[in-house]
């Protein structure tokens, strides 16, 4: 279940009136119906050839611009598209040693290299985008890719949630970015309790395939 290797279908968008059916548009890039926007060139979103031979600050700039452009295509709601936006910035500013440290603290592995991480995070959401042309013929990859549109809502709806507790106090901003210690299992705040149980099981997800949700 859910290979992390580069999805060969289409990238796809969600529209808005799912009863329609024929294309409205067509584009040297994209074929636009009333339930799809289907993009023929999927170049953007992936990262190139040579970024094996890029200087890591380099890598880090590709996976940073690829996760954005995928915005249009995470979610129509501008609500979600904020929650995806402040969770795309907090992933490549948050200290996440620390935060694996909070969540698992018996476990001694070593952290997985954070490019080696990011580029499977960028896999992974572009799975959770992405529609197979014929599902019947491939019916375990297009399973896996719902799964990861469904782990990938949960991701967003709980970056939602953080968001909401900061806003009501902004204090809480220490708690939930900067040290972790709502993660911690002695830290009694039912306000965290759910948060909490969620993000350690993405934590223990990270941990099994190697991604950085």
Known sequence: MLPLAIPPNNIVRAMSSPNATGPLMRTSKAIITSNYTLLTDKT????????????????????YRRFFR??????????????YTNY??????EDYALK???ALPQNTCPVLDAIEAGRRSLTFIL????????????????YDNY???????????????????????????QILRQNYEYLDAKYHDPKYTSLRNADVSI??????????L
Do not use: W
Not at 74 to 83: C, N, P, Y
Not at 88 to 93: D, E, G, L, N
Not at 203 to 212: Q, V
């Open 100 to 102: 694996r440290r909070q």
């Open 127 to 142: 799975k959770a985008v992405s529609e197979i042309e014929d599902a019947d013929s491939n019916p375990e990859l297009a």
């Open 88 to 93: 795309i910035r907090v992933k490549f500013s």
């Open 44 to 63: 953007p979103y992936l990262l190139p050839v040579c970024f094996n031979e890029s200087c890591r600050a380099e890598q880090v700039r590709m996976l």
């Open 203 to 212: 934590i223990h997800f990270n941990e099994t395939l190697g991604t950085r």
């Open 147 to 173: 799964i990861c549109r469904k782990i990938l809502k949960n991701v967003l709806t709980l970056e939602y949630q953080r968001e909401r507790l900061e806003f009501k106090n902004p204090k809480r901003k």
């Open 70 to 83: 995928l915005r249009p295509l995470v979610a129509q709601r501008a609500m979600i598209k904020e929650s």
